[in-house]
């Protein structure tokens, strides 16, 4: 089990903020980002985030947007979409979609569709 795994989100959340917010990006944008992959409203992404939820449970316990299959890239020299283990995947998803918005992408094509 890779040490990720029982890392609580709220750990490494504040260094996505970070890295978004000096690109010039805002934390609403970043929860937007998180909030699309797994599915969940503000409160639930808040709740995760004050009871130290792990990133396994994190996942588990969220559901996945079908349109995360449309996520590839690479992270740190790895292809998103060639990571075997689902969880280490999902956790890549996450990691590439803040690359992506830190980079100035477009919101509509971090999030692999029209905005709402």
């Given at each position: 089990?890779?040490?990720?795994?029982?890392?609580?989100?709220?750990?490494?959340?504040p260094?996505?903020?970070?890295?978004?917010?000096?690109?010039?990006?805002?934390?609403?944008?970043?929860?937007?980002?998180?909030?699309?992959?797994?599915q969940?409203?503000?409160?639930?992404?808040?709740?995760?985030?004050?009871?130290?939820t792990?990133?396994?449970?994190?996942?588990?316990?969220t559901a996945?947007?079908?349109?995360?299959?449309?996520?590839t890239?690479?992270v740190?020299?790895?292809?998103?979409?060639?990571?075997?283990d689902?969880?280490?995947?999902?956790?890549?998803?996450?990691?590439?979609?803040?690359?992506?918005?830190?980079?100035?992408?477009?919101?509509?094509?971090?999030?692999?569709?029209?905005?709402?």
């Amino acid at each position: 089990m890779h040490r990720i795994f029982t890392t609580p989100v709220a750990s490494v959340y504040p260094a996505y903020v970070n890295k978004v917010e000096r690109k010039g990006r805002t934390v609403e944008e970043l929860n937007e980002v998180i909030r699309w992959l797994v599915q969940i409203d503000q409160p639930t992404l808040e709740a995760f985030l004050a009871d130290e939820t792990t990133f396994a449970d994190f996942f588990d316990e969220t559901a996945l947007n079908p349109h995360a299959e449309l996520i590839t890239g690479s992270v740190c020299g790895v292809k998103v979409q060639e990571v075997e283990d689902p969880l280490m995947r999902r956790i890549r998803y996450l990691d590439k979609l803040v690359d992506e918005l830190a980079k100035g992408r477009p919101m509509e094509k971090v999030l692999r569709g029209p905005v709402a």
